[in-house]
């Protein structure tokens, strides 16, 4: 694993220098995905992904030291910094934290700081007392309040904000949130609905849906990997029991689930009609990697062993020729076939930058316990 893992950080330098460079110019680009021909789509600061590639570039910088990928880093981290006055979006973890996160956690530059607290003020507009979480979309005809589980991943951004400013108040927003959460949007198989929406009036559950799933009851691979990073986080932070079995919970149905193949790479919906035919999430895969990893640390030995050995295998499955692109091809981004949208035919099995961020994020954690072995 060590020998693996070092060469596809390496691998994931090179790609990342390349896709870098190609926008150095464009100074309000950042990649997003490829189109159907294979080439760079581009989006806007806006983009509720805007944060991953400079966070990628932070890693990799992390791993390699080299003084070229801190630039790319800053650079592409400066695109994004209107970002922070933006309380239009729930979505300010992504975009802050893993880009001004890992930069501040790098070099200690003030501004980041500055920055990512003005950026957690912004998220907490979105809370709102009678419902108890963050809003995650605005309010249209189908939803009065909507959240989503994808906004368990921007609660760290809270957490931090909390503890830089000695303002409890990002915190108490954040156990609000990831309590409701579990109160309304898990099944009793700890399976997870994607929306849950809230009458403004009553704070009471209005519909619950999965809108990026097959069907409302349906298993979304991507989201259910959300829940499981996001309360692998709410136990790191609190330390609180609960957090932690929901996140065993969570892990166990992911893991044992009958529809999971044999490499741990989901399909993008565990109950997707198509089976096996069905496409591969390489997104759920790395995220849920770089979420069991942690949780590892957090659980008995049995435990332990069992997440580390699916993770092994997810690393193992995306760095391979199945997943991993080779150099210079796949948009310059490092992994293949990843599902965004597919009921809304949108960034359908195409490389995309948050699947990229978390598997490097997986990397570095694994290859952190391997050198720890080692001491």
Known sequence: MEKLIQDRLNRSVEQYELMAESLID???RLPQTTDKDGNLVTSGSEWW???FVPGTLWYLYEYSNDPKL????RNYTERIEKEQFNTGTHDLGFMLYCSFGNGFRLTGD????SIMLTGAESLSTRYDSVIGCIQSWGSNKKWQFPVIIDNMMNLELLFWASKQSNNP??????LSHADKTIENHFRPDYSSYHVISYDTITGQVEKKNTHQGFGDETAWARGQAWGLYGYVVMYRETKDSKYLDQAKHIAGFLIDHPNMPKDMIPYWDFNAPDIPEAKRDASAGAIMASGLIELSQYVNEILAEKYLTVAERQIRA???????AEKNTNGNFILMHSVGHLPGNSEVDVPLTYADYYYIESLLRYRKLLNNENQ
Do not use: N, P, R
């Open 26 to 28: 464009q100074t309000d």
């Open 49 to 51: 992904c805007s944060g």
């Open 70 to 73: 801190l630039g790319y880093a």
């Open 110 to 113: 003030t501004a980041y700081k």
């Open 169 to 174: 108040k990002y915190t108490d927003i954040s």
């Open 318 to 324: 995306l760095s391979s020729s199945a997943y991993f």
